[in-house]
């Protein structure tokens, strides 16, 4: 792999040769053998698609990358963003063009996306415990192309071990420190401490950092959740400093990680004290020591119209919110009873974990005039159908009818579709008709 480049642009331009066909479900029949080039020359419009569908928009993705670029930069904080969200190295590209230190994975499958299309930097949020990964990194990972991984336990280091016993191989890691009620991440400071040592003794390891999630601790902005989440990155901010007093890190530049894209905000309030790049945090340790925080914030270049635009930084702070940028489209294909509309999309097109979806416009034809859906509410989904209510005195609403859906949680959307065309602009009231397919999203879950 080309090292000088942050991804491999040669190959994410290469997906504009795959051929399209009956594989890829957001492809109609007219685009069937084309390439994605093609299909992007012949101006095809949304009017041309079909139900159901999942759809990006242009200038919303746009705008919220550069958005948490230029944020970070103004911080002073690095950003890793967690690509597993839409497992798209075409999104990758926009991260890391716009100065993103390189992209984070949750396993070993991801890993192996990013590396064959040339991401230099990478970090696995999570722990190698499987012998293959962790042969496989020790293999590919040089300084040039770092891959960072995660360590919660003793055992996590005995398995590396014996796995690389005998090897020269030395793995860059970071120790995680989680909280009761959480998801990994070792339970306290202290066993935290206990895990560095063991990570000290290791032939095969070096201690480059501090990570964690603050995301499992809290699912609310309340002053409860905000509260759970800064007392947890205090005690990330401890076990940090009780490192560099010990001098347990094994190497000069040191990262301390944390930040989904609900509370990155306070990540950077509590953690960002920490970043130096002097000799005077030297310690017992090496004599200069640089410390960098990275946010691994994921959904934020997609966004949508639930759970992220409820609990976002920027949504909270009330200054200039991300846009959502991706809908649902379905049509109704039963409407038997008053109040009572069936819809072709159900929960293998579109998110529903996180909030189902949420019913914004209606009309006749895809791609064709629609009108506010007021007071309509999907109110449960099944594999392949949708359950929306109306209010029949207000609304009509016949067999055919497209209905455009705002969506919650990015994470659980991509993982459905294997291309995904992105409109021109599609965020806002006055754009609900037709609009030109600008590029094809390829997803690698």
Known sequence: MNTSEAISASTVSGLAERRLDWRHK????????????????????????????????????????????????????????????????QLWTEQLNRGAWGITLANFAQLRVAREFGVRNLQLANSLTDPHAIQWVAGVATPEAPILSWIDSPGTVDVINRTLAGSDAVLDVLVELGAHGGRTGARSVEAAMDIARTISESPNLRLVGVSGYEGSLAHTADDAGLAAVRGYLARMRLLHEELLAAGLYGAGSVIITAGGSAYFDDVVSVLSPCISTGAELGGPGPDSITVDLLI??????????????????????????????????????????????????????????????????????????????????????????????????????????????????????????????????????????????????????
């Open 26 to 89: 957001a492809v109609p029949a007219s685009g069937n053998g084309t390439t994605h080039a093609e299909f992007l020359a012949a101006n095809h419009t949304l009017a041309e698609l079909q139900t159901p569908l999942l759809t990006l928009d242009a200038s919303a993705l746009a705008s919220n990358a550069d958005r948490l670029a230029a944020w970070c930069a103004d911080h002073g904080v690095l950003l890793a963003p967690h690509g597993k969200t839409t497992m798209s190295p």
């Open 296 to 445: 691994r914030s994921g959904a934020y270049i997609v966004h949508d119209d639930g759970f992220y635009r409820g609990i976002s930084p920027f949504s909270r702070e009330g200054s200039q919110p991300f846009k959502a940028g991706m809908y649902g489209w379905a049509r109704v294909v039963s409407q038997t009873e008053p109040g009572l509309a069936i819809l072709d999309a159900g929960k293998r097109d579109l998110p529903f974990d996180e909030g189902l979806p949420e019913p914004q416009f209606i009309g006749p034809v895809l791609g064709g005039a629609m009108e506010p859906l007021l007071g309509a509410e999907i109110t449960s989904v099944n594999d392949q159908h949708s359950f929306m209510t109306y209010d029949a005195n207000t609304t009509t609403v016949n067999p055919g009818d497209v209905v455009r859906l705002g969506l919650s949680h990015p994470c659980t959307a991509f993982d459905k579709w294997t291309v995904i065309p992105v409109l021109a602009d599609t965020g806002s009231a006055e754009n609900t008709g037709d609009q030109t397919v600008v590029d094809l999203i390829h997803t690698f879950f």
